[in-house]
């Protein structure tokens, strides 16, 4: 079942639909990141009616067997801080020139008065909408492993910054692909339709009846 769930999951494209801990997600775009190494990233942004996104990723580490592939669902951070120990300067300012200049990564970072650690270093390209760009990602971790600080720099200034943590594939659930969406919201809107036609109708009797009696 897990399995199923897995490769369902990955066969995500834009338009399609999921379910996560009662959520209804619409996956708006599909990347992919690689570099020379074999380490490879699939990439889905998922946004809800609400209007809140989160990205979807499957990782493949291949020196990571026997568990070379983790699920992670990363939250773009807004605007945050990011400290050095014991310091109030932030560092966000500067980052980007840091991490293209091939400067050694800060040995920890504070986040939210919470302390994550240096792991790993990656550079590859990254595949989104037809266009190729490089990408630089320094991975930070909790203490406990659990929340990752992922920082990623691109070209012309552009960096993010995310909190990712681990998920399982069966979290999710109620996985539509987008014909199937497009095909309810069909039949949505031809509910709509006949009670909005139906209410019109139970109107206009009651105003006959109140004209003639």
């Not at 568990?67 to 990011?82: C, E, K």
Request: proline content about 6%; charged content about 25%; hydrophobic content about 35%.
């Amino acid at each position: 079942m897990v399995a199923i769930v897995t490769q369902t999951l990955h066969d995500l494209r834009p338009g399609d639909r999921v379910k996560y801990h009662g959520v209804d997600w619409k996956v708006e775009d599909y990347s992919i990141y690689q570099d020379p190494q074999g380490y490879l990233t699939d990439e889905w942004l998922l946004t809800s009616n609400k209007g809140s996104e989160y990205y979807l990723l499957r990782e493949f580490d291949p020196t990571n067997k026997p568990h070379s592939i983790t699920w992670y669902l990363a939250n773009p951070l807004q605007n945050p801080r990011l400290l050095l120990p014991d310091s109030e300067e932030d560092i966000v300012p500067r980052l980007w020139d840091d991490m293209q200049s091939q400067a050694e990564p800060y040995p920890e970072l504070q986040l939210f008065y919470k302390r994550y650690y240096f792991e790993s270093r990656t550079e590859g390209d990254y595949q989104t909408e037809g266009e190729i760009k490089s990408r630089i990602t320094w991975d930070y971790w909790d203490e406990e492993h659990q929340i990752n600080l992922a920082i990623e720099a691109f070209p012309y200034h552009q960096l993010d910054i995310y909190s990712t943590k681990i998920v399982r594939p069966e979290e999710f659930s109620s996985i539509q692909k987008l014909a199937d969406a497009n095909q309810i919201d069909v039949v949505e809107i031809i509910v709509k339709s006949v009670q909005a036609v139906f209410a019109a109708v139970l109107l206009l009797v009651g105003i006959c009846m109140m004209i003639f009696g």
